[in-house]
């Protein structure tokens, strides 16, 4: 698929310069940069599997507890 992206001068031009360093196409620069961005954008699963697991509360309290909140506003 083909798509238009808009860079201000300054990007553009630093963009061009690493290019050049690394013998890269502008296409291919940002294809690798899309492919980084899209890999930090979602923990994994391990990342968040168990994440309250050590929390005193059992997690029907701490729903209570977070929509207390919300009234005491």
């Given at each position: 698929m083909r798509?238009?992206?808009?860079?201000p001068d300054p990007e553009r031009a630093q963009l061009d310069a690493l290019c050049r360093q690394r013998g890269l196409s502008r296409?291919?620069?940002?294809?690798?940069?899309l492919r980084l961005?899209?890999?930090q954008q979602q923990p994994g699963h391990s990342a968040v599997f168990g994440l309250w697991r050590d929390r005193p509360e059992d997690s029907v309290a701490l729903q209570q507890a977070l929509r207390a909140e919300w009234s005491e506003r």
């Amino acid at each position: 698929m083909r798509t238009i992206v808009d860079l201000p001068d300054p990007e553009r031009a630093q963009l061009d310069a690493l290019c050049r360093q690394r013998g890269l196409s502008r296409a291919e620069a940002m294809r690798q940069a899309l492919r980084l961005w899209l890999s930090q954008q979602q923990p994994g699963h391990s990342a968040v599997f168990g994440l309250w697991r050590d929390r005193p509360e059992d997690s029907v309290a701490l729903q209570q507890a977070l929509r207390a909140e919300w009234s005491e506003r």
